[in-house]
C-alpha cells in the first residue's frame, strides 16, 4: 500500500502519459498539455487556465437567446421555466424560481418543477418526435406510412369533415382535445374549432377518472380545499390515497416545511410509498376499503360526542327532515298539493314545528343564516302531508348516525386492515386539531367507492367543523366562453362515452359478471348494472352522442389509457371512418391513425396557463426568438386555423349555406331558432373576423380578457414569464394576494348558500338510485375485486412521467428499470417462484400483458401494482397494462338529473382503473 | 486544505426521491461529450445496491494511519448498468421513413440487468413495517480527496478558494486511479475522450453567483449551499452550531464536504398494526452511514419540532424550513465571511 505522498511523488515524476493523444485539446482547441509537476495539488495548482472548458459549456447551455416555458401536461403542477436556445435549438430549461412570497411567515413556491419537465429539452428531440404529416397506407396500426404535405393533409381532412356534417350532421364529427393539452392557450383551437362545428367533445376530467365525485355529492362541486401552500399553516395533515412526494413534486416542500413546523402528517396508502417514508403515522389500508375507514372515523367522532353542532346546524344538511317511511328529504310538495320539491324543513326547536330552511334552490331567502331558527339535530317528529295523513320524520343526522353505527373500527377492521386503536387515535386527533386538512388524491376515484369514501371524508370534515376534504382545489377562469365556446358543442361524459364507444360492458360482464359476490358487494347485480348503464343516457342522467364517424383528436391517448385495451382499441377503429391524431410523438394512439399531424411541443410557441393549479400563477410560453421549428410542426392553433379556412373554401366552392343543428336551440330575433354550424364563414368566425391569426394573438385575447388576469398586460409578461392571479380567481373565496387559498368562505362567513341541492354542504341524497342502493346517507362498500383472482391490481401515478408523456425518453427509463415493470410483495413472489428481475405474465379472464417483476417490501400482500400509463408499445406484443382491466362503472355515478347532480363539469363519473383481479406467473 | 470551502448541506427528510436534481445535472452537463451515461448527481434508495452497485464496499479512501485503501473500478455494464439507447425510430417509424416498423416493440438497444434507480423505493423489512430513505450523492469536494492522492499525473486538485476538487481535463490521461481510490464511487470515466470526470460542484455557475444546478433546481428545497466558514449561512449554523448535518461514512478517511440531516421515519407496527413509538428505520443502519452521531440528531430534531408545534421558537426548524429560496444558497465569495 502507498499513502498520499507516495502516489502524488510518484504520479509527479512518471509522466508517462505525454504519447497520448489530448482529446481534450483536440475537441476544446486547447494548445498542446504541459505535463510539468504540479507540486502538491492539495495546496495550489498551476495549470489552471483548462478550467474554461466547463466555463465555455456552461455558457453554450445559457444559449443565445431566452424564451419562458411551462410544461401543458397533464400535470396541475404549471410550473414557470426559462428556455435556453442555442442556433436556433434548445438546449436547456430551468425552472425560474421568481415567484415571489406571500408573506413572511410562508416559505415561497421556489423553484417547482421537476424530473421530467427540467427534462423535455432532450425529450423533445426524441426521435419518437413527429416531423411532418403522415397518411396511413397500410393497415390501420401497421406502421406504413406515406409523408404528405400540410396542403394535402387538411384538403382530405375538410372534405371528409364537410361530406360528414352534410351527411351526418355535426354529431357525426367529434373533435377532442385530450389532456395532452391543458393549457388556455393550446385548447382554444380545438375547442373553439369544435364548439364552431357542433362537434362532439368528451369531458377530459370524467375520461380520464379524476372526478371527485365524493366532493360533488357533499359540495356540488367536485373541486374544493386549498392552494398547497396552506399546509404549511395546518398542524395536522392527512393525505388518503394521495402521494404527492411523487405526484406534487412542485409543491411537495410545505409539507416536509410543515413538519419541521411541527405539523403531523399522516399517510393513508395500501403501500409505503414515498411520501409515507417522511409521515409520522402510515395507516396501511387494504385496497378500495377507503370508504369503511371513512365510516369508521364517522363512527368514533360521532361516538366520542366530538361534534361541532353550531357548524352542522347552519353549513350542513344535518338537521333536515327525512321521511322515515321512504328515507327522502321531506320537502314542500309533501306537505302541500303542488309545493315545490326544493324546499326543504327542519324541526325549529323555538316554535317546536318544522320550518322550512333558507338558503335551498327553492327557498326565497338566499343564505344560510338561521335567524330565529333552532334546527333540532336529533329527534323523531310527524307532520301533516299533503293528504291530512301524518308523516314520520327523523333528521339526516339521525340517518347517519344510524348509517354509522354499523361501522365501528372493530366491524371495518377485517376488511380496512386497520387496527380499532389507529382509527381511533386517527379520530381523536383529527377533531382535536387546530387547523387540520385532509387531503385525497386522484386515485381514490379510481375505485367504485372512492365516491362514498370522499362523501364520508366530507362528512368527517363537517361534523368536527373543520373546513372540506381537499380535492385538489381549483381556479374559475371566467371569460374564455367567447374564445372556446362560441356555440354550444356536442358536451359528452368522459367516463360514460369511453364505456359505450369501447363496449366495456363485455370486459366488464367477463371479469364482474361471473363473481358471485358481485351483488352483494356492489348493491346491483352485474347485468342490472349495464341495464342501468345502457338507460342512463336515454334518462338524460348523462350525456352520450352516439359514435362518431370523424375523430379529429387532439393530445388524447386514448389507446394507452382507456380499460380493456384492446377491446376498446377495436370497438373504437370498427366505428371510426376517418380518425386524425395531432400529436407530438408517434405515442400508442397516433399509431393507429389515419393521418398524423405533427404539433408543436411545449417550447415552441405561445401559451398561456392560469388553470387548474394548486398555485396562483399563470404561466406563459414564449419561444426563444429565433427558434427553429421542429420539422413541419404547427401549432394547435394554426392547424385548426388551417381547417376552418379549407372547410369554409369547400363550403363556399359547393355553396354550402348554414347547416341548421336542432339540437340546440337560441333566441334570435326574439324566435327560438336552432343554432346554424356556418361552414361557408367558418375560417372568419374562427379567427374573429380576422382578430385571432396566430397563437400569440390568443394569448393576446387571454389577457385581455379573463378577469383573474387583470391588470396584467402582455408587456409585463413577456418580461415575468409569469402573473400572479387576481382575487378574482378564486372560486368560493377571494383569492387574497397574501393568503393561501381556503374555499368555501363565502358560505362559513358570508353565510352564501353552497352549491348543492340544499344549499349546504349535503349528506343526504334521495335519488332514487341511492336510495336504491341504499346509499342515501354517507355508507361503505366492500371493494369490488373478484376472489376469483387472488392479486388486486392498482396501478398509481408514476414519478417518472405525466401520465404517458416523458414515458419513452432515455434520461427517465435509464432511471428505471429500462422495461415496463410490476411489483409484487415478495412473499407472494416467492409463492409463485418468481424472482426480481424475471419477465412474468399478468393474466385474468379479460386479458393479459408480460412485464419484469420488482419485488418491493412496501407492498401488501394480495396485491399487484405498476406505475401508471405505460404506453402499449412499450411492452412485449404491444400488449399493455390495461389488458386485463376490465370496464367499470361505479352504479352511483350513473345519477343524473336530481338536484345538483346533473351532468355537466361539475358532475360526471370516472373509469375505474384499480377493481380488478390478477394473477402472476413466470413466463 | 484550502482556505475556504464551499459545502453542502441536504437535508433527507425533505427530499422526495423525485430526481429533479439528476435531470438538472444531466442537462447541465453530462448529456454531452461522452458523458451521456454518467451520472454527476443522482439519488438512491437506501438500504440498496447503490450507484454504482455496492459502491458502500467497493473500497478506496484511507486508511487510519492516512494510507490509501485499495478501490474497485466499478464494471461499467455490471455495476453502472449497461447505458442503453431506446429504439424509437425503428420500434414507431414516426417520419415514416421506414417501410414498415422494424422492432417488435419500443425499448432499450441492450436489455439492462442494472442502472441508478434499478432498486429504486425496494429498501428492506418486511410489510408493513418496510423501510427507506433517499440518499441524493454529488461528489463529497473532500477536504483530503482520495482521488487526487491516488492521481499519477497530479490532474486531480482543489482549488484554494472554494475547495472545489477538479479533475484537470487537459492534463488527465484516463488511468482511473482516482475512481478506484473515490470511496464514494463519484468519479466517472469518459470512454470517448478517455479521461476521468465528475461533479465540479458547478464552478461556471457558483462563479457567477448561482447555487448548483442540483440545489438551485431541487423542488424539495433540501439542499444548503455556503462556505463552512460563513457564520451567517445555513450551511454552517446546521453543520457547525447545530451539530445536525453529519458527513457520509467519515471513516472512509477523506472529510467529505456534503453533509446530511439524517431521516427521520413513521413508527413501526406491532403484529396488530398499532404504533409501537419506534422508528422505522433502525438506528444502527443511519450510524452505519453518517456515524455515531446519528440518533442523537434525531432526538434533536424531535425536541425543536416539539417545541415549534407548542408554537415556541425554534431557530433551527426555522432554518431547515428555509422560508426563501433564494436564501438557502450563499455561494457569491463577497457575501462571505473571510
Known amino acids: ?923 | 486544505m484550502s482556505r475556504r470551502q464551499l459545502a453542502m448541506v441536504m437535508d433527507l427528510n425533505k427530499c422526495l426521491g423525485c430526481q429533479t436534481c439528476t435531470s438538472a445535472c444531466k442537462t447541465q452537463w453530462t448529456n454531452r461529450r461522452g458523458r451521456d451515461d454518467m451520472l454527476w448527481n443522482h439519488v438512491e434508495t437506501q438500504p440498496g445496491r447503490g450507484y454504482p452497485r455496492d459502491w458502500r464496499g467497493s473500497g478506496g479512501g484511507f486508511d487510519g494511519a492516512g494510507r490509501l485503501r485499495p478501490g474497485r473500478i466499478p464494471d461499467r455494464a455490471r455495476d453502472y448498468g449497461a447505458p442503453f439507447e431506446v429504439n424509437h425510430a425503428q420500434a414507431l417509424n414516426p417520419l415514416g421513413a421506414l417501410a414498415r416498423p422494424t422492432a417488435p416493440h419500443l425499448g432499450p438497444d441492450t436489455p439492462p440487468s442494472f442502472g441508478p434507480g434499478w432498486d429504486e423505493d425496494q429498501g428492506a423489512g418486511a410489510y408493513p413495517n418496510s423501510w427507506f430513505f433517499y440518499l441524493p450523492r454529488i461528489c463529497n469536494h473532500c477536504t483530503n480527496p482520495a482521488c487526487l492522492a491516488a492521481c499519477p499525473r497530479g490532474a486531480i486538485y482543489k482549488r484554494d478558494e472554494d475547495g472545489i476538487v477538479l479533475v484537470d481535463q487537459k492534463r488527465c490521461r484516463g488511468y482511473q486511479h482516482c475512481i478506484g481510490a473515490c470511496p464514494y464511487k463519484k468519479v466517472y470515466f469518459n470512454p470517448t475522450f478517455g479521461r476521468s470526470e465528475k461533479c465540479i460542484l458547478c464552478y461556471p455557475r457558483v462563479e457567477q453567483g448561482l447555487a448548483p444546478a442540483c440545489a438551485q433546481q431541487c423542488p424539495g428545497r433540501i439542499r444548503f449551499v455556503g462556505y463552512l466558514d460563513d457564520e451567517a449561512g445555513a450551511v454552517h449554523a446546521l453543520v457547525t452550531r447545530w451539530r445536525v448535518a453529519l458527513p457520509l461514512h467519515a471513516e472512509f478517511g477523506t472529510g467529505p464536504n456534503v453533509y446530511y440531516v439524517p431521516p427521520l421515519s413513521p413508527d413501526k407496527l406491532d403484529d396488530q398494526g398499532r404504533p409501537t413509538g419506534e422508528r422505522r428505520i433502525p438506528d444502527a443502519f443511519l450510524v452505519e452511514l453518517f456515524g455515531p452521531r446519528a440518533p442523537e440528531v434525531l432526538g434533536v430534531l424531535q425536541a425543536e419540532r416539539e417545541k415549534r408545534r407548542r408554537g415556541e421558537p425554534s431557530a433551527l426548524m426555522d432554518l431547515l424550513i428555509a422560508y426563501r429560496h433564494d436564501e438557502i444558497f450563499r455561494v457569491s465569495r463577497r457575501k462571505g465571511a473571510t
Open chain 1, 1 to 923: 500500500m502507498v499513502s498520499r505522498r507516495d502516489l502524488l511523488r510518484r504520479g509527479s515524476a512518471c509522466g508517462l502519459a505525454a504519447a497520448l493523444p489530448d482529446a481534450l485539446a483536440d475537441a476544446a482547441g486547447m494548445p498542446a498539455p504541459h505535463i510539468d509537476d504540479p507540486g502538491n495539488p492539495l495546496a495550489g495548482y498551476p495549470h489552471r487556465g483548462w478550467e474554461d472548458f466547463y466555463r465555455e459549456e456552461f455558457a453554450a447551455t445559457r444559449g443565445d437567446s431566452q424564451g419562458f416555458a411551462f410544461h401543458c401536461s397533464n400535470c396541475q403542477g404549471n410550473c414557470a421555466f426559462r428556455v435556453f436556445a442555442r442556433d436556433g435549438v434548445v438546449v436547456r430549461e430551468e425552472q425560474l424560481a421568481q415567484y415571489p412570497q406571500i408573506r413572511a411567515e410562508i416559505p415561497d413556491p421556489n423553484p417547482r418543477g421537476c424530473n421530467k419537465g427540467t427534462i423535455h429539452s432532450q425529450s423533445m428531440a426524441d426521435a419518437d418526435r413527429l416531423h411532418w404529416p403522415l397518411q396511413r397506407v397500410g393497415r390501420r396500426g401497421e406502421g406504413r406510412w406515406r409523408r404528405v404535405a400540410w396542403d394535402a393533409a387538411i384538403d382530405a381532412i375538410a372534405a371528409k369533415v364537410v361530406d360528414t356534417m352534410v351527411q351526418h350532421g355535426p354529431g357525426a364529427i367529434m373533435l377532442h382535445a385530450g389532456t395532452g393539452i391543458v393549457s388556455q392557450g393550446k385548447r382554444a383551437g380545438p375547442l373553439r374549432l369544435g364548439s364552431l362545428l357542433g362537434a362532439q367533445r368528451l369531458y377530459p376530467s370524467s375520461a380520464v377518472g379524476d372526478m371527485f365525485t365524493g366532493a360533488s355529492l357533499a359540495y356540488g362541486i367536485p373541486n374544493v380545499g386549498t392552494s398547497l401552500d396552506a399546509w404549511f399553516e395546518m398542524d395536522y395533515i392527512v393525505l388518503w390515497s394521495f402521494n404527492p412526494s411523487t405526484t406534487r413534486i412542485p409543491d411537495a416542500h410545505y409539507l416536509w416545511e410543515a413538519k419541521w413546523r411541527g405539523a403531523r402528517i399522516v399517510v393513508v396508502s395500501p403501500d409505503y410509498n414515498p411520501t409515507a417514508i417522511h409521515a409520522d403515522l402510515w395507516v396501511p389500508i387494504a385496497p378500495g376499503t377507503d370508504s369503511s375507514l371513512a365510516m369508521s372515523l364517522v363512527n368514533v367522532v360521532l361516538a366520542e360526542g366530538l361534534v361541532d353542532e353550531d357548524f352542522v346546524r347552519e353549513q350542513t344538511d344535518l338537521p333536515f327532515l327525512v321521511r322515515e317511511d321512504d328515507g327522502r328529504l321531506l320537502r314542500l310538495a309533501d306537505l302541500r298539493e303542488g309545493g315545490r320539491d326544493d324546499v326543504f324543513y327542519a324541526w325549529d326547536e323555538a316554535k317546536g314545528k318544522a320550518q322550512p330552511m333558507p338558503g335551498t334552490r327553492g327557498h326565497f331567502r338566499k343564505t344560510l343564516r338561521l335567524g330565529a331558527l333552532r334546527p333540532a339535530l336529533s329527534g323523531r317528529w310527524e307532520v301533516q302531508g299533503a293528504d291530512g295523513r301524518p308523516i314520520a320524520v327523523t333528521t339526516v343526522f339521525d340517518r347517519i348516525r344510524a348509517e354509522a353505527a354499523k361501522f365501528s373500527p372493530e366491524a371495518t377492521h377485517a376488511h380496512t386492515g386497520v387496527h380499532p386503536d389507529v382509527v381511533r387515535r386517527l379520530a381523536r386527533e383529527f377533531a382535536a386539531a387546530r387547523d387540520p386538512g385532509i387531503t385525497v388524491g386522484f386515485s381514490l376515484h379510481k375505485y367504485a367507492w372512492g365516491i362514498l369514501a370522499c362523501w364520508a371524508q366530507a362528512l368527517l370534515c363537517a361534523l368536527t367543523g373543520h373546513e372540506v376534504v381537499d380535492t385538489e382545489h381549483q381556479w374559475s377562469l371566467g371569460g374564455i366562453g367567447p374564445l372556446s365556446s362560441p356555440k354550444p358543442a356536442r358536451f359528452g361524459s368522459g367516463f360514460y362515452g369511453e364505456w359505450m364507444a369501447g363496449r366495456m360492458w363485455e370486459s366488464f360482464r367477463r371479469h364482474h359478471g361471473r363473481d358471485g359476490d358481485f351483488a352483494r358487494r356492489a348493491g346491483i347485480a352485474p347485468e342490472a348494472l349495464v341495464e342501468l348503464a345502457a338507460r342512463a343516457s336515454e334518462r338524460k342522467w348523462t350525456s352520450y352522442w352516439g359514435p362518431p364517424r370523424v375523430r379529429l383528436m387532439f393530445a388524447d391517448n386514448i389507446f394507452r389509457r382507456n380499460k380493456a385495451a384492446s377491446g376498446y382499441r377495436r370497438a373504437v377503429l370498427d366505428a371510426t371512418e376517418l380518425y386524425v391524431d395531432v400529436n407530438t410523438r408517434m405515442d400508442s394512439s397516433a399509431e393507429f391513425a389515419d393521418f398524423v399531424l405533427p404539433a408543436t411541443s411545449h417550447y415552441e410557441g405561445w401559451d398561456l396557463r392560469g388553470e387548474v393549479g394548486y398555485h396562483r400563477y399563470a404561466n406563459l410560453t414564449m419561444p426563444p426568438p429565433g427558434l427553429k421549428p421542429v420539422g413541419e410542426s404547427k401549432t394547435e392553433w394554426e392547424i385548426c386555423s388551417l381547417l376552418a379556412a379549407r372547410i369554409q373554401q369547400i363550403a363556399k366552392d359547393r355553396g354550402i349555406g348554414p347547416l341548421p343543428d336542432p339540437d340546440f336551440v337560441v333566441e334570435r330575433d326574439g324566435k327560438q331558432q336552432p343554432v346554424t354550424r356556418d361552414l361557408d364563414i367558418l375560417h372568419d368566425e374562427f379567427t374573429m373576423l380576422g382578430r385571432l391569426k396566430t397563437d400569440q394573438d390568443v394569448v393576446r385575447w387571454l389577457l385581455d380578457n379573463v378577469p383573474a388576469f387583470q391588470r396584467w398586460k402582455l408587456d409585463d409578461v413577456v418580461r415575468n414569464g409569469y402573473l400572479p392571479l387576481n382575487t378574482q380567481a378564486g372560486l368560493t373565496s377571494p383569492l387574497y394576494a397574501d393568503r393561501p387559498y381556503r374555499s368555501f368562505e363565502e358560505q362559513r362567513h358570508l353565510r352564501k348558500p353552497y352549491p348543492t341541492l340544499s344549499g349546504r354542504q349535503q349528506f343526504c341524497i334521495d335519488h332514487e338510485l341511492f336510495v336504491q342502493l341504499g346509499c342515501s346517507v354517507p355508507t361503505a362498500r366492500e371493494p369490488l375485486h373478484p376472489a376469483r383472482w387472488p392479486l388486486r391490481f392498482y396501478s398509481p401515478h408514476t414519478r417518472w412521467g405525466i401520465h404517458s408523456t416523458w414515458r419513452t425518453n432515455k434520461y427517465m427509463l435509464r432511471q428505471q428499470r429500462g422495461v415496463p415493470h410490476v411489483n409484487l410483495n415478495p412473499d407472494d413472489a416467492a409463492t409463485r417462484g418468481i424472482a426480481d428481475g424475471d419477465t412474468v405474465r399478468v393474466f385474468n379472464d379479460v386479458g393479459e400483458f408480460r412485464a419484469m417483476a420488482k419485488l418491493m417490501p412496501g407492498l401488501r400482500p394480495g396485491t399487484l401494482t405498476m406505475d401508471h400509463a405505460w404506453e402499449p408499445h412499450q411492452f412485449a406484443r404491444r400488449q399493455g397494462m390495461d389488458e386485463p382491466v376490465a370496464g367499470l362503472l361505479s352504479p352511483l355515478e350513473l345519477a343524473g338529473g336530481w338536484g345538483h347532480l346533473r351532468f355537466g363539469a361539475e358532475w360526471d363519473g370516472n373509469q375505474l382503473a384499480n377493481e380488478s383481479s390478477v394473477d402472476v406467473a413466470k413466463v
